[in-house]
């Protein structure tokens, strides 16, 4: 314990530190919300690495996920690798870092503004972005406070505290500038990090063969191609982590932030390889769950007979990481973790500072009260998204379902169809954003999983924009 503690202070004194450095470095609005716009490709690449993998895939996403689906888990992390990095990186990446150049933009709702001269549509996904980005905190904030809560025997709700003030200390310093640089250590924490737990996974199980043949035992279909809970929902898991990167704000900064085009090209690859490892070891050993944990051995991941889901991933850590090595593990989660929570902030206080307050309240407000109030609105959404852990009032994979759900159905379809066809229109965007979001929150509210839900949110955002926009044209030319 003295020694996770003393550890845990050193690695929060690096964080702060490199904080106060990104505030000596931070001028103006650019600096603090996009690093200048001039960051390279090694940086790039484990910065959006870190931000798509917190501590939501290590202990909510591996844990339910793998207890239920298995080795066919692996599927999401195949395709979140192929087509959320590398193809997003691939298809986006340079034409992103483009029209920001182009359109004079810093935030996808300035984009939506000037691609379909909306005001209404910059509005809308502004508050859309701060509302639903909370949820999405919130459930980091829960992965991380159930870790600390399973190493340090502190209660929930102090671990929660304690993470919230230290995340909004670091993130209200430096921002951008602060992130970049650390986010290359948060990478090469989480590699090392990763790779312990899998070689330490596999020992304890007595290799993989064993392992396989474990899971087989319990059920064949653990080890089959498609889980137990079958086809279906494994691909609205697939698609909603998948394809919701090509439109979620936290990730789409990354390029507006790049240096050049060759930064593009080297940062494609490194990041993917980084998200095949990283997402490769979370759900495998999230798959093992079944063959460590049961009610009798390890009682607080169980209730009633069944699995607290949350709770599988901290005490299986516990269980298969040598002691010695722990710390390195509790690194691993936080530096993922701090990563993404840095990048939400930044993403959700510049969506009400920037977007709302100075494109709709005060056209003519300062670069430097425009940077203080990013900062002010840094603190306040974390304060929020604490809050809103504290009531704990779902699963982690729930509410970033959710999130993640509406955040892909407000956006996917504006934006991918507005970056590559001249041929959607003002009306096609606002129908989809709409219409996307409105049948995710129905689906959601009836009764539907939060993956399904923010899957056929998404497909109907995707459709509408180019259904809508031909709908508005066939009426305009009967008109004529």
Known sequence: MAVKIVVLSLYAVMIVTIGVIGLRKTRSFSDFFLGGGKVGPWMSAFSYGTAYFSAVLFIGFAGKIGWGFGFSSLWIALFNSLIGVLGVWWIMGWKIK?????????????????????????????????????????????????????????????????????????????????????????????????????????????????????????????????????????????????????????????????????????????????????????????????????????PLAFKDGKPVFDILMPELLARVIPQSLSVIILLLILSASMSTLAALVLISSSSFSKDFYAGFINRNISDKKLTLLMRFMNGFFVMLSVILAALNIDTIVSVLSISWGAIGSVFLGPFVWGLFSKKVNRFGAIFSSITGLSVCLLLYFAGHSPPEAGTLGMITSLVANPAGSFFYNALKFKKI
Do not use: H
């Not at 003030?165 to 924490?189: E, N, P």
């Not at 990090?193 to 070689?199: D, Q, R, S, W």
């Not at 290799?207 to 043949?213: A, H, V």
């Open 98 to 298: 483009k029209v920001s150049v182009e359109y004079k933009i810093s935030t996808m709702n300035e984009f939506l503004e000037k691609r379909y001269d909306s005001k209404f549509l910059k509005l809308f996904s502004s508050f859309s972005i701060f509302i639903f980005l909370i949820p999405y905190s919130a459930a980091v904030f829960m992965g991380l406070s159930y870790l600390f809560e399973a190493n340090f025997g502190i209660e929930y709700w102090q671990a929660l505290i304690f993470i919230g003030l230290f995340t909004a200390t670091y993130i209200v310093l430096g921002g951008y500038k602060s992130m970049a640089m650390i986010d290359m250590v948060f990478g090469i924490i989480m590699t090392i990090g990763v790779l312990i737990l899998l070689v330490s996974t596999i020992k304890t199980g007595n290799g993989l063969g064993n392992i396989t043949e474990s899971l087989r035992n319990i059920n064949p279909k653990l080890v089959s191609t498609v889980g137990p809970p079958g086809i279906w929902p494994l691909f609205c898991l697939v698609f909603l982590t998948s394809i919701a990167p090509f439109a979620m704000p936290q990730l789409v900064q990354k390029f507006y932030a790049i240096k050049d085009r060759s930064a593009v090209r080297i940062g494609m690859f490194a990041s993917t390889l980084f998200a095949i490892l990283i997402g490769g070891v979370a759900y495998f050993v999230g798959s093992t769950t079944r063959i460590f944990l049961n009610p009798a051995n390890n």
